[in-house]
C-alpha cells in the first residue's frame, strides 16, 4: 500500500512555494503602480487607478486568499491522508492478524475433527466388548444351566 | 473535409481536426494574451500526441515522431501556413512534442496539456518542475513575435527563470528566419542582433552592459537603442515615458505568470488530492466492507467455538456413560468369575464324593460276593454233606439174615444245615445285589459330578474371557477418556482463538471507521477546497480578463505616444 504521501507533501510544499513566488511578483507589481502614477498626470492617473488597478488588486486578494485558503484546506487533508495512512495500516495488521489466527482456527477445526473421530473409535469398541462379555457371561450361564448347576 | 468531423470524435480525425483548429493560422495572429498563445500551443501539442497515438498506438517515439512528420505538412498547408513558414513551424512543433515526450509528460500529466494547463516533468533532471511555454525570442526584443507558434518553446520552471530574457545563437536565426518571412521587421531583428552582440546571450555577470533590457527604448528615427538612463532625455519625454509603462507592463506580466503558473500549480495539486481523496475514499471503502468480512469471521469462529462446546458436553457424557458401563461390566465379569470358579470347587467336591462312594461300592460289592462266595461252599458243603449223609447208613443191627441191618442215619440236621446255608447265601446274594446296584447309582453319580465339573471349568473358562474383555472395555473407555481431555484442551485453544479473532475483528472495524472517517474529513476539505478554487479561479479569470484590457489600453496609450515622438521623425525627413 502505498500512497505517495511524501509526493503529495512534495508538490503541496512546490505549490506553496510557487504562491509564495506569485505574492512577491505581486508585490513588486504594486510597487510598480507607484511609478505608472508618476508616468500618467493625476486624472490619468486616478483613472488607471479605478479602472484596472483596484479591480486588479481586489481580484489578485481574492485569488490569494482562496489560493491560501486552498492549500490550508490541502493541507488539513495531507494530515487527514496521514491518519488516515496510520488507521490504514492498523487495519492492515488487524487484517493480517485474523487472516492468521482464522487459518490457525481452521486447521484446529480439521484437527478437533480429527480428533472427535478418535474418540468414537473407544465407543465403538467398548460397545462391541461389553456385547462381547455380555454373550460369554451368558454362554457360561448356558451351559451350567444345561449340565444342571 | 476536416470542418465536416465531429470535434468530440477521439479517433484519429477526431485529433486531426482538433488539431487543425488550434493549428488556424488566422486565429493564431489574433491572439493578444500571452495565456492565450501558450495555452494554444498545449492544445497543439495535446493533440498532436493524440494523434500519434491514434496513428500508431504503443509505437516507440520515432515511429511516432515519423508518422507526425508525414501528417503536419497537410494539416500546417490546410491551416493557413505556407512555404518556409510551414517548415519552419512544422520542425518547432515537432521539436516541443519531442522535448515534452522526452520529459515524460504523456504520462498521468497528458490530460492538463488539453486544458491548456502546464504538465510536470517526470523524467530527466528536470523531474517535477512544470513546463512554462515561453518565447523563443523574448517579446521585449521582437513584440511582433508575440503570437508566432515558431517563436514558442517549452522550458522547464526552473530553466525558463535562469533563461529570462537571454538570447542564444538559434534564437537569433530563428528571428532571421522570420524576418525573411515578413514576420518580422528589420528594425526588430536588428534590435535582436544588437542585443545578442551586447551580451545578451550571457549570464548577467558577463554582460558589456550592465543596463536592464532597454524594453521599447528604440529611436523611432534612427532605430538605435537608448538607454532609459541617459542624461539626455527628460523624464517626461514619450520615449522614457514608452520605457516606464514597459516597466510596470513586465511587473505586471511577471505578476500575471506567476499567478497564473500559481493558479496552474494549486489546480494541479488540487486534482491530485481530489483524485488521492476519491482512489482513499474508495479504498477506505474496501476496507469497510473487509471489515465487515474479519467481523463476520469472528461471528462464525464464535459459533464454530459454540458448536464445539456442546459438542464437547456430549462427547463427556458418552465418555462418562462408557466409563461407567466399563466399570459395571468388570464388576460383573469379577463376580461371575468368582462365582463359576466357587461353583467348580463344588463341583470338584461332588465329583470327589461320587468317586469315593463308588469306592465303598465297590468294596461293598467285593465284600458281598466274597461273602456269597463263602456261603455258597459252605452251601455246597452242606449239600455234601446231606448227600453223603443220605448215602450214610447206621447199622442198627441185623436182619435176620445176618445181614446188617442199616439204617440211614438222620439227614434233618444235615438238611437243616443245607437249608440255613441256602438261606444265607440268599440273603447274601441280595446284598451281593444291593452293594451292585450302590456301585452302579455312584457309577451314576460320579458321571453326572464329572459333567456338571466340566460344564463349571467351561463357565470359569468363559468367565474370565468377559473378564478381560471387560478389562479392554476399561482401557477403552480410559483411552476415549485421553481424546477427551486432549479434545478439551484444543476447544480452549479454539476458543482462546476465537476471542483474539473477535479482538482483532474489533481492532479492524475501528481502524476502518477510522479510516472512512478520515477520508470523509478529507473528501470533505477537498470539496471545500475545490469551492475554495473555483473562486479563486474567477478571481484569475477576472485578473486575465483587466489584464487584457490593461494591456489594450496600455497599447493604444503607448502608440499615443509613440505618435507623439513622430514629429521629430516627420522633421527630418522634411529636413
Request: charged content about 30%; overall charge positive; hydrophobic content about 40%.
Given at each position: 500500500m502505498n500512497f505517495e504521501f511524501n509526493e503529495l507533501a512534495r508538490r503541496l510544499d512546490s505549490a506553496t512555494v510557487i504562491i509564495n513566488s506569485a505574492r512577491y511578483h505581486a508585490e513588486l507589481w504594486i510597487e510598480s503602480r507607484a511609478l505608472a502614477r508618476q508616468v500618467w498626470n493625476d486624472s490619468c492617473s486616478q483613472e488607471m487607478e479605478s479602472l484596472y488597478f483596484i479591480p486588479l488588486s481586489q481580484n489578485w486578494e481574492t485569488a490569494d486568499q482562496s489560493g491560501g485558503r486552498v492549500i490550508e484546506n490541502l493541507q488539513e487533508v495531507l494530515a487527514r491522508f496521514n491518519m488516515f495512512q496510520q488507521s490504514a495500516e492498523s487495519h492492515a495488521r488487524a487484517a493480517a492478524s485474523i487472516s492468521s489466527a482464522a487459518d490457525e482456527f481452521k486447521s484446529l477445526t480439521n484437527h478437533l475433527e480429527s480428533l472427535r473421530d478418535s474418540i468414537y473409535y473407544p465407543f465403538r469398541e467398548c460397545a462391541r466388548l461389553r456385547d462381547e462379555t455380555e454373550d460369554l457371561l451368558q454362554q457360561a450361564e448356558d451351559i451350567c444351566s444345561e449340565a444342571g448347576i | 473535409m476536416l470542418a465536416n468531423l465531429r470535434p468530440s470524435c477521439r479517433s484519429s480525425r477526431g485529433a486531426e481536426f482538433c488539431l487543425f483548429n488550434q493549428l488556424k493560422r488566422d486565429d493564431w495572429f489574433n491572439l493578444t494574451s500571452r495565456s492565450?498563445?501558450?495555452?494554444?500551443?498545449?492544445?497543439?501539442?495535446y493533440w498532436m500526441e493524440s494523434l500519434s497515438q491514434d496513428i500508431v498506438p504503443k509505437e516507440s517515439r520515432f515511429v511516432r515522431r515519423a508518422a507526425l512528420q508525414a501528417e503536419l505538412p497537410r494539416l500546417l498547408r490546410e491551416a493557413g501556413w505556407e512555404n518556409r513558414e510551414a517548415d519552419l513551424l512544422q520542425t518547432r512543433l515537432l521539436f516541443a512534442w519531442g522535448a515534452l515526450d522526452y520529459w515524460g509528460c504523456y504520462g498521468e500529466n497528458f490530460g492538463l496539456l488539453r486544458f491548456g494547463r502546464a504538465p510536470i516533468i517526470v523524467r530527466g533532471r528536470h523531474k517535477g518542475q512544470i513546463v512554462e511555454i515561453d518565447h523563443a525570442v523574448p517579446v521585449a526584443w521582437a513584440a511582433g513575435l508575440f503570437n508566432h507558434p515558431a517563436n514558442l518553446i517549452p522550458l522547464p520552471f526552473l530553466s525558463n527563470r535562469l533563461k529570462s530574457s537571454k538570447l542564444k545563437p538559434h534564437d537569433v536565426e530563428i528571428a532571421r528566419r522570420l524576418t525573411a518571412m515578413?514576420?518580422?521587421?528589420?528594425?526588430?531583428?536588428?534590435?535582436?542582433?544588437?542585443?545578442?552582440?551586447n551580451g545578451w546571450n550571457k549570464p548577467s555577470s558577463l554582460r558589456q552592459t550592465t543596463a536592464d533590457p532597454p524594453t521599447g527604448i528604440v529611436s523611432v528615427i534612427t532605430g538605435s537603442l537608448i538607454s532609459v538612463n541617459s542624461g539626455s532625455l527628460g523624464p517626461l519625454d514619450p520615449r522614457v515615458l514608452v520605457a516606464r509603462i514597459m516597466e510596470s507592463c513586465e511587473a505586471l506580466d511577471g505578476m500575471i505568470a506567476r499567478s497564473h503558473s500559481a493558479d496552474g500549480e494549486i489546480v494541479r495539486v488540487y486534482s491530485v488530492f481530489a483524485e488521492q481523496a476519491s482512489r482513499l475514499m474508495r479504498f477506505a471503502r474496501c476496507r469497510m466492507d473487509e471489515a465487515e468480512t474479519d467481523l463476520e469471521t469472528s461471528r462464525r469462529a464464535e459459533s464454530d467455538t459454540e458448536v464445539w462446546q456442546d459438542s464437547r458436553s456430549d462427547l463427556w457424557l458418552k465418555i462418562e456413560n462408557c466409563t461407567k458401563e466399563a466399570v459395571e461390566l468388570n464388576s460383573v465379569a469379577n463376580n461371575q468369575v468368582r462365582r463359576?470358579?466357587?461353583?467348580?470347587?463344588?463341583m470338584e467336591e461332588a465329583r470327589r464324593e461320587a468317586e469315593e462312594e463308588l469306592e465303598k461300592s465297590n468294596e461293598a460289592l467285593d465284600e458281598a460276593e466274597e461273602e456269597l462266595s463263602d456261603a455258597r461252599n459252605s452251601l455246597s458243603e452242606a449239600e455234601s454233606a446231606l448227600e453223603e449223609a443220605r448215602e450214610t447208613t447206621v447199622c442198627i443191627g441185623q436182619d435176620r439174615d445176618g445181614n446188617d441191618i442199616n439204617e440211614p442215619i438222620d439227614t434233618a440236621p444235615y438238611e437243616r444245615q443245607v437249608e440255613a446255608a441256602e438261606e444265607l447265601v440268599e440273603e447274601l446274594e441280595d446284598v451281593r445285589d444291593q452293594a451292585a446296584q450302590r456301585v452302579d447309582d455312584a457309577e451314576v453319580e460320579l458321571e453326572e459330578a464329572q459333567t456338571r465339573e466340566s460344564a463349571a471349568g467351561q463357565a470359569v473358562q468363559l468367565a474370565e474371557e468377559a473378564k478381560d474383555r471387560a478389562s479392554a472395555c476399561s482401557d477403552s473407555a480410559k483411552s476415549a477418556r485421553l481424546c477427551g481431555d486432549?479434545?478439551?484442551?484444543?476447544?480452549?485453544?479454539?476458543?482462546?482463538?476465537a476471542n483474539c479473532i473477535a479482538r482483532h475483528a474489533e481492532d479492524s472495524l475501528l481502524a476502518a471507521r477510522d479510516s472512512l472517517e478520515h477520508t470523509c474529513e478529507a473528501e470533505r476539505r477537498t470539496t471545500e477546497a475545490g469551492g475554495l478554487l473555483q473562486s479563486g479561479s474567477r478571481a484569475f479569470n477576472d485578473i486575465f480578463t483587466a489584464h487584457h484590457r490593461f494591456q489594450a489600453d496600455i497599447e493604444t496609450r503607448l502608440h499615443a505616444l509613440r505618435s507623439f515622438d513622430r514629429p521629430s521623425s516627420i522633421l527630418a525627413s522634411f529636413r
Open positions: - | 492565450g498563445v501558450t495555452t494554444r500551443l498545449k492544445r497543439i501539442l515578413g514576420r518580422l521587421t528589420k528594425l526588430e531583428l536588428a534590435t535582436v542582433e544588437q542585443a545578442y552582440a463359576w470358579r466357587s461353583t467348580l470347587q463344588q486432549e479434545l478439551d484442551e484444543e476447544i480452549l485453544r479454539l476458543s482462546n482463538l
